[in-house]
């Protein structure tokens, strides 16, 4: 029995040492691609809900040549008036509500798992970032403007575009907030500034818009909605809830 055990364990600490040799990144990312979308047909939209400020993000995709999503007026913030939920939007409108319909992308690496879209306030103008809650750090998406309570248009920051995950060259639903730097150029010899990636603002300045009032709320719960999370079932799922 013991000698006939030894090849086993031999073979589980061969095994056990290549896949530490994996980066974690790739295994954390290396599955998905994506590919460029026309970004006239995606809006990321701020909508307010429930009686204490908080906000959800949402993703709309106009289908080119059917009914219209939305439009749009005003500025600081620019209103967005979803039309979609006025009509059967399938065939018209595609309407992601949560992490498992968008998730942010940078440089190419899923951030997916780590880091959460959410909103903080911060002297006055609404912000969207990525929020990681593990190593309390954020990445600066987007910017809404003065807040108000109807539905807002999220103007993404320089270097942040749509595109769509893909796998092994086929399109999935799930939408990307995708960010690569720019190039360098002759004239400026120099690339725009980064995302900043900070320290969080204080519990104070996130439950201002996004979370309820209790003083002893975990950092946990200062998302937009519960079901912005990823469930540990769905995380590897490649169909995302991306409403059609």
Not at 46 to 66: K, S
Not at 133 to 138: D, G, Q, S
């Amino acid at each position: 029995m013991l000698k006939s055990s030894l090849p086993i364990k031999l073979a589980t600490l061969a095994l056990t040492s290549i896949l530490g040799l994996i980066p974690m990144d790739f295994a954390k990312a290396g599955i998905f691609e994506e590919m460029e979308v026309d970004q006239q047909n995606f809006i990321a939209v701020a909508q307010p809900f429930g009686e204490d400020n908080r906000l959800n993000l949402i993703v709309v995709e106009q289908i080119p040549g059917q009914n219209t999503c939305w439009s749009e007026n005003g500025s600081n913030p620019t209103n967005v008036d979803l039309l979609l939920i006025n009509f059967d939007f399938s065939g018209h409108c595609r309407r992601a509500t949560d992490a498992n319909g968008y998730s942010i992308r940078y440089e190419g690496q899923d951030l997916g798992l780590d880091y959460l879209l959410t909103f903080v306030k911060r002297e006055g103008q609404l912000h969207l970032i990525g929020f990681n809650m593990r190593e309390n750090k954020r990445i600066n998406v987007g910017t809404v403007g003065e807040y108000n309570d109807q539905a807002m248009r999220v103007n993404l920051n320089p270097g942040w575009q749509f595109s769509r995950r893909s796998y092994q060259g086929n399109a999935l639903g799930h939408v990307y907030f995708s960010y690569t730097a720019p190039e360098e150029t002759v004239e400026q010899n120099m690339t725009e500034p980064e995302p900043e990636m900070n320290q969080t603002p204080t519990e104070g300045q996130i439950r201002d818009i996004v979370a309820p009032s209790e003083e002893n709320q975990s950092i946990r719960n200062t998302y937009s909605q519960p079901q912005a999370q990823l469930n540990p079932s769905s995380r590897f799922s490649m169909q995302s809830r991306f409403s059609r």
